[in-house]
């Protein structure tokens, strides 16, 4: 009998913990013991909050699960995943609150690639009010990628420094309204998802902050970026590798290095983007505006390429198309006869300035197979430094249609 009962109790006990979360779509994360207090660490706190999520089901009554991150506090989190798939046909994740990373390297209890990652999860919005602070400060110098403490208190090399954000697989995705500030790296990283909208987002980094990109998109189709403010140390936008029907509307992008499409082609790989297409756009004080990027050596292609529409307020290098591209940090750039294949680029409606004292445009394309069938039309662009000054475009190995105020001509000291 006593038996019985203890098997009783035990079966009474693992049913109830299975049930707790039953029929609940709301999931604070302060009903999973999440401090909130900015000091101590409350990743297990969400991990458990995203397993009752992401175990929740949808219902026409309850509505779609979600998980809150309430205002007034600040969550401090260590690397983080994410996963799904989820049972539920959509989820939502609503920051309201703060979410921080360690503010110390030693503070950081692994090295990761990533420090919040979402993987496999289709229907996900994440939106609200809230902010994501990286603390990347203690990272942005070299030294500082070198060492820092794990939980065991050993030393470890960390070779690479994390990315705030990232999305893998994570199909049908919506971002929406909230600030990112100071990764160690890229902010936003979306990559493998496919038809993702991305809107009102406000991401600030220092101007001499390194490679802290805005959003980084590869092997990711149909994304829309929209209506946002984004000044950082590096690319507000990159489309690398696989990207393709991407549309960016409505983007202020300052400081930074402007909206990129690539590097593409690095040590010699296959690599390609297709229709791009930014519109409605302004690049202030950027260090680039509308530029692509790829590497010597390399293959595959860049097409269907358009930047409509486009303000510029003391951009330095408004158009930019660079075949001899070459990060050189530990990289030996040696000239090669074959590179990624670049062709029908559309560059219209561009106005305002430029603050350098060579060309607003350059066209630097390689020898084999060049630049194919670029249009330029409406490009009316005065210098800061020299208001009289006629602008023309440096070129080399470019065909296709340029607008008759801007004179192609070939500029000596580009690459040979």
Known sequence: MS????????????????????????????????????????????????????????????????????????????????????????????????????????????????????????????????????NGKPWWSKASQLHHVVNNGYKVKCYQRP???HFYKCDYLQLRGLKHLDSPKAHITINNCNNVSVSNLH?????????????????????????STIGTGDDC???????????????VCGPGHGISVGSLGEDGAYETAEEVHVRNCTFNGTKNG???????????YVKGISFEKITLIGAKNPIIIDQYYCDKNGHNCKPSASAVNVSNVIYTGFQGTYANEEEAIIFDCSNNPGCQ????????ITSTLDPGKNISAACKNVNGTFDPAVPCSPWAYLHP
């Open 373 to 380: 069938n670029v249009t330029m039309n409406q490009i009316n």
């Open 290 to 300: 509308a530029r692509i990027k790829t590497w010597q050596g390399g293959s595959g």
């Open 163 to 165: 990315k705030a954000i």
């Open 3 to 134: 038996k019985l009962l203890v098997s009783f109790l035990i079966f009474c006990n693992v049913a109830l913990s299975n049930s707790i979360w039953y029929g609940q779509t709301i999931f604070n994360v302060l009903q999973f013991d999440a401090v909130g207090d900015g000091q101590t660490d409350d990743s297990e706190a969400f991990l458990k909050a995203w397993e009752a999520l992401c175990g929740a089901t949808e219902a026409i009554d309850t509505g779609t699960p979600t998980l809150v991150v309430p205002a007034e506090k600040t969550f401090l989190l260590q690397p983080i995943i994410f996963s799904g798939p989820c049972k539920s046909n959509s989820v939502h994740v609503q920051i309201l609150g703060k979410i921080v990373a360690p503010n110390t390297l030693h503070a950081w209890k692994e090295c990761k690639e990533f420090w919040i990652s979402f993987s496999e999860v289709t229907n996900l919005t994440i939106n609200g009010t809230g902010e994501i602070d990286g």
């Open 237 to 251: 936008i990159a489309l690398n590798n696989g990207s393709s029907h991407i549309n960016i509307t409505s983007i």
């Open 203 to 227: 991401i600030i980094a220092p101007e001499d902050s390194p490679n802290t990109d805005g959003i980084d998109i590869s092997m990711s189709t149909f994304v829309n970026i929209h209506n």
